[in-house]
């Protein structure tokens, strides 16, 4: 039987997402906390041609497997500006940023985050309100989005993976510390 194409997984994007349909998927391991090649700083991705939509393609898939809301390159061990995420209920606005850069930001807000690289653990970050954010989409075209709400958030960060971050580095040392055992435990239980 053939796999199924993206007609059937990713909806009609004005990002040109539409295009990877005619690409077959594959599923990427995730990097998990406290993994240090989470912390490479990515490099800007300088032409947007068939390998980055198949990264597209490949992270998409990966992302809706997880299940998660976002996912950046750095996360599957690609370390090229690349990120993707999808907040409708629905699971029918994929959205695609290359070379993604927050060009404005107001205000402050407070949400809780998870991460698909730090499974099971749940907590309050602080994080611009509103921002915009300008990058190209997968077939080479700049564009800007304004975002606030989840979508600011989930922006900031997958945007700070790209940078090297991960959203408990936020946290205080003791907490991070508590979360890095509580991660090490459930290592051990799954290995
Ligand atoms: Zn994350």
């Not at 029918?92 to 807000?109: D, T």
Request: net charge neutral.
């Amino acid at each position: 039987m053939e796999p199924p194409g993206y007609a059937e997984i990713l909806p009609a994007n004005p990002a040109g997402i539409n295009r990877l349909k005619t690409i077959f998927m594959a599923l990427l391991p995730i990097l998990r906390y406290p993994d240090p090649r989470l912390h490479t700083v990515a490099k800007p991705v300088e032409a947007v041609d068939a390998g980055i939509r198949r990264l597209v393609a490949d992270m998409a898939e990966t992302m809706y497997a997880a299940p998660g809301i976002g996912l950046a390159a750095t996360q599957v061990d690609v370390h090229k500006r690349v990120l993707v995420l999808d907040i409708s209920e629905d699971k029918s606005k994929l959205q695609a940023f290359v070379n993604p850069a927050i060009v404005w930001r107001e205000g402050e807000c407070v949400g809780e985050e998870g991460c698909l690289s730090v499974p099971g653990i749940y907590e309050t970050v602080k994080r611009s309100e509103r921002i915009k954010v300008r990058a190209l989409d997968t077939e080479g075209e700049p564009f800007e989005i304004a975002a606030d709400g989840l979508l600011a958030i989930c922006l900031q960060h997958e945007i700070d993976h790209l940078d090297g971050k991960v959203f408990v580095e936020y946290l205080s040392r003791l907490k991070l510390s508590r979360i890095k055992a509580k991660l090490a435990k459930q290592a051990r239980i799954t290995a």
